[in-house]
């Protein structure tokens, strides 16, 4: 009696156990659903660390424009045909990106902008370039490939002794061994450029279709549709507009990564090319207080 009933119990315990194939089952689901959490884990992490580059971007370039519109607005006429008021030139030859329509593309345009401006007794020349970093940081010459760090520099000159010597020659007429002086503003910039407007609102795009008072100023068509200028003696436009655009900082971080031979710099620019989507544009007029 005692035989039979253990021979049953083993029996039953065969019943109430886990075969091989169930536990392969069982495992898969589980390494699926592991799986399944570990790709909605890892793609929320991707969306956090975008928002929070997004963020560090337009923080970013908001300060800088903020930084150039509070310098900008102060900008006044030195009354001298020997200084320069305001000067915007090109850097680099216009870059293009593709858009999304077939056929479409956006011009990215690299300045230096130049400007006086006055405080108390002190005339001060202050110039914004966009330049490239050497490894420690450091400017070093002009952004050549497309993307580089918008840097600011500025000196001071005593009322008395503002023609000799020329703040303009001490800002911007220096050798890229001088660069170093150049403040960093914001990196990762592939678009600067500013277009000024006279007091009717129009864009300035020679020496004569505008209602500036009378002084010197230089107005050359330069890349097709874009233009430099050089303000001298009294002239000064009514409002300057200025445009920025900065690469998110992955695409930047991976177009950086690329080597520098000159293979390597068709690939880079070509990814470049690719990457219009990646780019936060912000653009704002600056009334020129003292402009006349």
Same mark, same amino acid.
């Given at each position: 009696?005692?035989?039979?009933?253990?021979?049953?119990?083993?029996?039953?315990?065969?019943?109430?156990?886990?075969? &091989?194939?169930?536990?392969?089952?069982? /495992?898969?689901?589980?390494?699926?659903?592991?799986?399944?959490?570990?790709?909605?884990? @890892?793609? /929320?992490?991707?969306? %956090?660390?975008?928002?929070?580059?997004?963020?560090?971007?337009?923080?970013?370039?908001?300060?800088?424009?903020?930084?150039?519109?509070?310098?900008?607005?102060?900008?006044?006429?030195?009354?001298?045909?020997?200084?320069?008021? +305001?000067?915007?030139?090109?850097?680099?030859?216009?870059?293009?990106?593709?858009?999304?329509?077939?056929?479409?593309?956006?011009?990215?345009?690299?300045?230096?902008?130049?400007?006086?401006? +006055? +405080?108390?007794?002190?005339? &001060?020349?202050?110039?914004?370039?966009?330049?490239?970093?050497?490894?420690?940081? &450091?400017?070093?010459?002009?952004?050549?490939?497309? /993307?580089?760090?918008?840097?600011?520099?500025?000196?001071?000159?005593?009322?008395?002794?503002?023609?000799?010597?020329?703040?303009?020659?001490?800002?911007? !007429?220096?050798?890229?061994?001088?660069?170093?002086?150049?403040?960093?503003?914001? @990196?990762?910039?592939?678009?600067?450029?500013?277009?000024?407007?006279?007091?009717?609102?129009? +864009?300035?795009?020679? !020496?004569?279709?505008? !209602?500036?008072?009378?002084?010197?100023? /230089?107005?050359?068509?330069?890349?097709? @549709?874009?233009?430099?200028?050089?303000?001298?003696?009294?002239?000064?436009?009514?409002?300057?507009? &200025?445009?920025?655009?900065? %690469? @998110?900082?992955?695409?930047?971080?991976?177009?950086?990564?690329?080597?520098?031979?000159?293979?390597?710099?068709?690939?880079?620019?070509?990814?470049?090319?690719?990457?219009?989507?990646?780019?936060?544009?912000?653009?704002?007029?600056?009334?020129?207080?003292?402009?006349?």
């Amino acid at each position: 009696m005692t035989a039979m009933r253990i021979v049953s119990f083993a029996r039953a315990t065969r019943h109430r156990a886990f075969t &091989i194939v169930e536990l392969l089952v069982a /495992v898969s689901i589980l390494t699926l659903i592991v799986v399944v959490l570990y790709g909605l884990f @890892d793609q /929320v992490q991707r969306a %956090l660390r975008s928002n929070v580059a997004q963020v560090d971007v337009h923080e970013g370039g908001r300060a800088g424009m903020e930084l150039m519109l509070r310098e900008m607005e102060q900008m006044q006429a030195g009354n001298a045909v020997t200084n320069v008021n +305001l000067l915007t030139r090109f850097t680099a030859l216009p870059s293009r990106q593709a858009l999304l329509n077939a056929g479409e593309d956006r011009t990215n345009s690299l300045e230096e902008v130049y400007f006086l401006s +006055l +405080l108390n007794k002190h005339w &001060i020349g202050t110039g914004y370039r966009v330049l490239a970093l050497n490894a420690n940081g &450091i400017p070093v010459d002009f952004a050549k490939t497309g /993307v580089g760090t918008l840097c600011r520099f500025s000196l001071s000159n005593h009322v008395a002794n503002f023609r000799s010597p020329s703040l303009y020659s001490r800002v911007m !007429n220096v050798a890229p061994t001088n660069f170093a002086n150049y403040q960093r503003v914001i @990196d990762g910039v592939v678009h600067f450029r500013t277009r000024a407007y006279d007091h009717n609102g129009f +864009l300035i795009t020679n !020496n004569f279709d505008t !209602n500036i008072l009378s002084g010197v100023f /230089v107005v050359t068509n330069a890349f097709n @549709d874009n233009i430099e200028y050089a303000f001298t003696n009294k002239a000064l436009p009514a409002t300057l507009e &200025i445009e920025l655009g900065v %690469l @998110d900082p992955h695409i930047l971080e991976r177009f950086r990564s690329y080597p520098t031979n000159a293979t390597a710099t068709v690939v880079s620019s070509n990814y470049l090319a690719r990457q219009a989507g990646a780019i936060h544009l912000f653009q704002q007029r600056v009334p020129i207080r003292m402009a006349k």
